[in-house]
């Protein structure tokens, strides 16, 4: 059964996505392009985005675990880094 | 998938971050999209891309939809979706919007039907909105009353702020009256469309702040 959405944390990461600088690996557009996907369509599932996992990670940020449909109805599988003073998000996979 | 663990940490003696001149964004725009002195990567010493760094993603796609809809020329069915989604709009969502059919806004977006003008018009209008709507005029107001201590640096923000309301307001106008959306043009004649940081955001430390503005070399 899929784990229920937390609240606050998706609030936190869809304001965190709407204003901040976003960081990726290689592989990040790569794996998405071969899916017909573009980097606007990441943004899109992440700012309407639930997050299912949070995990503070040491002193300097928090890992999520979302899950977020793009406009076109496609559901990505995404595991997001955000950096405790709020200047970046980075995106740790995408499936 | 990414092997870092932990993105906060410092650059290894093998990597660099460089600023890059020009990067074009995957956006999936029907037209090209570059930014000029923007965007920034980790490398190794082999030259490999460890990580890209782009500034205000939700605000990069909302200046390129407004800079495309204040362009005359008449939407192709792939603007259309490129505009819609970079909006961050379902179909549906924005067949509501602007008064049609789903079921139209969906054909118009594969090409089996044409927008009308005064339904592009409208979708225009949502853009440029769209744009100036990420600035919050108020609080950036309040923010300078409050924070500036040196009247020089307060009045040089005011500046901004004012030419930032001015530009809203003539692009609003142009969008709603004066547009012409012009169905001649060579295809040959590839769209493309420059942006930078502005340069009062570039070196901002809060990178929240990071706005995008069309480049020019002039500028």
């Known amino acids: ?95 | 998938m990414s092997t870092l663990c932990n993105p906060s940490k410092k650059l290894s003696k093998s990597q660099i971050l460089v600023t890059l001149d020009e990067y074009e964004p995957a956006l999936g725009a029907p037209f090209k999209v570059i930014l000029h002195k923007s965007v920034q990567q980790i490398r190794n010493d082999q030259g490999d891309v460890i990580e890209t760094r782009i500034p205000n993603m939700a605000g990069l796609l909302k200046t390129v939809a407004a800079r495309r809809a204040m362009c005359d020329r008449k939407f192709s069915p792939a603007d259309v979706k490129f505009v819609r989604k970079a909006l961050c709009l379902k179909g549906s969502s924005l067949a509501d919007i602007i008064g049609i059919s789903a079921e139209h806004m969906s054909r118009c977006e594969n090409g089996d039907r044409v927008l009308s003008v005064s339904a592009e018009k409208l979708l225009r209008v949502i853009a440029v909105e769209a744009r100036y709507d990420t600035i919050d005029f108020e609080k950036s107001l309040t923010s300078i009353l409050s924070d500036s201590k040196n009247p020089e640096d307060k009045s040089e923000k005011f500046k901004d702020l004012i030419l930032k309301y001015r530009a809203a307001v003539s692009d609003l106008k142009s969008a709603i009256l004066s547009l012409k959306i012009s169905t001649v043009h060579s295809t040959d004649d590839e769209l493309e469309f420059v942006f930078s940081l502005r340069e009062s955001t570039k070196d901002d430390p809060d990178a929240s702040e990071a706005e995008y503005e069309e480049y020019s070399e002039a500028a």
Request: aromatic share 8%; with cysteine; hydrophobic share 40%.
């Open chain 1, 1 to 95: 059964m899929a784990e229920p959405a937390l609240k606050v944390e998706t609030e936190f990461l869809r304001i965190a996505v709407e204003a901040l600088e976003m960081r990726f690996g290689p592989d990040t557009v790569s794996g998405l392009l071969s899916r017909g996907l573009y980097l606007t369509d990441l943004h899109n599932a992440l700012a309407c985005c639930e997050v299912r996992r949070s995990n503070k990670l040491e002193a300097d940020g928090t890992f999520f675990e979302v899950i977020g449909d793009t406009t076109e109805g496609i559901t990505l599988n995404i595991k997001v880094w955000v950096s405790l003073d709020q200047r970046f998000y980075r995106i740790e996979e995408v499936s």
